[in-house]
């Protein structure tokens, strides 16, 4: 059995052929594409812990990886200056700060909620799994309102793949010029003009320097934060929250709990994130040669840390391909782990409760079209472009 992940049908359901290789081939290769793979939930832990064998210095997407030179991105970095950099950007996601912008995800969740009521159905990612991360994450940046829609755009076209191709196409290419060019402004914009937002602080941040004084970060790793962190930002929910309603559909028993029990969505987020992760892998590069499992890994070898596995093993989850939100979770892999856990997580965190709380208030008894589903194609992305969504519909505001 062949692990591609550029395989269209594998975007359909990766998990039969995670749970092959988590039995047969813990650690698998690919001779065809050239990686090498972990699955079982331990191997992916310590891998992640591990950042000076397993490095993301040449590139963290398979695509990308060992075809890298120096980068300006923090997720293609090891320490130190990885950690110079995520400390900084920590700041702006300290729990007060993330606290403070839940009045603010809220409105935003029922301003989007409310005028979908009397329709009837709708695609709710269109219309609101997709439009809630990105002004949350747009307003920290200080990416105009009006300008939001097409930063989106540009971030999911760059991640787009064709069948069994590992080269970003000529959509993809465009995109990333694009994006690069409306950053580009940005950044100069706020260099003349600074401003209450995300991207004057980059501007105008110090870091140690190497001769003991400060320094500023250039205009290619401001760049590089803004387009990870608009990137981040929008995928990791849209196709989160996306996910859990498809899930809940799926699982109606699991519904009914939540709409009995609000208090358990916090945990239903945790369970989805363990059982249909956004993020399916994270590269590495080994550094040394590694033995796993009765095999040899050369340095230099590329390897996928198979996050979306790791929430199925069933050496760490009993009954893993039970989807219950009451479930008992102790730890799991689906914002990463070590050195490069996500930064936004506990943000993510709070706009997917919010959102499910908003959304089931409103809409306790809807069916999706599964007919009508599209799903995005990445390599390492799981989630999908559109889910058709019909409801009973009714006037008015239920809060």
């Not at 991207?199 to 870091?207: F, K, P, S």
């Not at 363990?274 to 892998?281: A, K, L, V």
Request: aromatic share 8%; hydrophobic share 35%; glycine share 6%.
């Amino acid at each position: 059995m062949e692990f591609d992940p550029y395989s269209y049908e594998l975007d359909r359901d990766p998990y039969p052929v995670y749970r092959f290789l988590r039995d047969e081939q813990p650690l698998y290769r690919n001779e065809r594409l050239d990686f090498w793979a972990l699955s079982r939930f331990d191997d992916v832990l310590a891998a992640s812990l591990d950042w000076r064998s397993y490095s993301s210095a040449q590139g963290t997407v398979l695509e990308l990886m060992g075809r890298m030179q120096e980068s300006t991105m923090i997720i293609f970095m090891d320490p130190p200056r990885q950690t110079q950099l995520r400390n900084l950007v920590s700041k702006v996601f300290t729990p007060r700060r993330i606290a403070g912008l839940a009045k603010e995800i809220r409105e935003i969740a029922c301003a989007y909620l409310d005028p979908l009521l009397p329709l009837g159905g709708c695609d709710i990612v269109r219309e609101f799994t997709s439009r809630l991360p990105m002004d949350v994450i747009s307003a920290m940046l200080g990416i105009p309102s009006d300008d939001r829609e097409q930063v989106q755009r540009w971030s999911n076209q760059t991640l787009h793949r064709e069948p069994g191709n590992p080269d970003p196409p000529a959509l993809a290419l465009r995109a990333m010029a694009d994006m690069f060019e409306y950053v580009g402004r940005q950044i100069a914009e706020r260099r003349a003009r600074p401003r209450d937002d995300m991207i004057t602080l980059l501007t105008q941040a110090e870091l140690p320097g190497d001769d003991g004084g400060v320094q500023r970060l250039s205009d290619l790793e401001i760049h590089s934060f803004i387009t990870l962190l608009a990137a981040a930002g929008n995928e990791t929910v849209t196709k989160l929250l996306a996910t859990a309603l498809y899930w809940l559909w799926k699982h109606p028993e699991q519904r009914a709990r939540l709409l009995a029990q609000p208090k358990l969505i916090p945990n239903a987020v945790e369970e989805t994130l363990r059982f249909d992760p956004p993020s399916q892998f994270q590269g590495r590069v080994t550094t040394r040669e590694l033995e796993l499992h009765g095999r040899t890994m050369p340095a230099g070898s590329r390897v996928l840390l198979l996050t979306g596995s790791s929430g199925r093993d069933e050496r760490r989850f009993p009954d893993p391909d039970r989807y219950d939100v009451g479930r008992e979770i102790d730890l799991h892999l689906g914002f990463g782990y070590g050195q490069h856990i996500c930064l936004g997580a506990s943000l993510a965190r709070l706009e997917m409760t919010t959102a499910l709380d908003e959304f089931l208030r409103r809409f306790p008894d809807y069916e999706v079209d599964e007919d009508g589903i599209d799903r995005v194609h990445s390599s390492n992305v799981r989630g999908f472009a559109g889910v058709p969504l019909r409801y009973a519909a009714r006037p008015g505001d239920t809060r």
